[in-house]
């Protein structure tokens, strides 16, 4: 059974960082897309940054360059960084497991969720 468990979020002030977790077990595709997404109040989930079993990363043109996704195959752990943050990146953060390879960023591939974490940017 696939658990992922996203952890890391806070309150931070405007041009601050935080570095978001999620622990995944029982993922067993052995090509994988491993994907942040993020939900505002009133607003779509959407795609923020993704990676893939070989490395690979893709992003969402309003993190780029300021988020990095980045994973520990051994801890089976993937991180998402977030620098220079805003109060428009004040959402909740969801982790997603894919068995597609692509690097999709849209919520409607992705198999598996987490609960989420917060956060908050105040400007």
């Known amino acids: 059974q696939v658990q992922l468990v996203e952890s890391g979020g806070g309150s931070v002030e405007s041009g601050g960082s935080l570095r978001l977790s999620c622990a995944a077990s029982?993922?067993?595709?052995?090509?994988?897309?491993m994907g942040w997404f993020r939900q505002a109040p009133g607003k779509e989930r959407e795609g923020v940054a993704v990676?893939?079993?070989?490395?690979?990363?893709r992003y969402a043109a309003s993190v780029k360059g300021r988020y990095t996704i980045s994973q520990d195959n051994a801890k089976k752990t993937v991180y998402l960084q977030m620098n220079n943050l805003n109060a428009e990146d004040t959402a909740m953060y969801y982790c997603?497991?894919?068995?597609?390879?692509?690097?999709?960023?849209?919520?409607?591939?992705?198999?598996?969720w987490g609960q989420g974490t917060q956060v908050t940017v105040s400007s």
């Open positions: 029982g993922v067993t595709y052995s090509r994988y897309s």
């Open positions: 990676i893939d079993s070989d490395g690979r990363t």
């Open positions: 997603a497991a894919s068995s597609i390879g692509y690097l999709p960023l849209v919520p409607n591939v992705y198999n598996y």
